[in-house]
């Protein structure tokens, strides 16, 4: 069974830098995404960024130009360097892993990021 296990998150400035990671463990799933996606209170979770096992990415439009995802594929680790960081990213990022072959899912379990004076 996969397990995501992530750092990072916290409090930090306006226009400051924060970087996420998630290993994901125990993974026989070779063709995969992973990525980070963020819920903000009274909003539905929505995609920040996301890498394939090809290189595949995708950003959030809100983001493109400040985040930038990358992985070890060999290690399926994932991280999200997070700069000029707004008000507005404030969220709780979610780690996700999903298998592009059978869509199996997981989830890790939320880190909350804060971005204020």
């Known amino acids: 069974q996969v397990q995501l296990v992530e750092s990072g998150g916290g409090l930090v400035q306006p226009g400051g830098s924060l970087r996420l990671s998630c290993a994901a463990s125990g993974s026989n799933f070779r063709l995969n995404a992973m990525g980070w996606y963020r819920q903000a209170p009274g909003k539905e979770r929505e995609l920040v960024a996301s890498?394939?096992?090809?290189?595949?990415?995708k950003y959030a439009d809100s983001v493109k130009g400040r985040f930038t995802i990358s992985r070890d594929n060999a290690q399926n680790t994932v991280s999200l360097q997070m700069n000029s960081l707004k008000p507005e990213d404030t969220a709780v990022y979610y780690c996700?892993?999903?298998?592009?072959?059978?869509?199996?899912?997981?989830w890790g379990q939320g880190t909350l990021v804060t971005v204020s004076l």
């Open positions: 890498i394939t096992t090809g290189g595949m990415t």
């Open positions: 996700n892993f999903k298998s592009l072959i059978t869509s199996f899912e997981v």
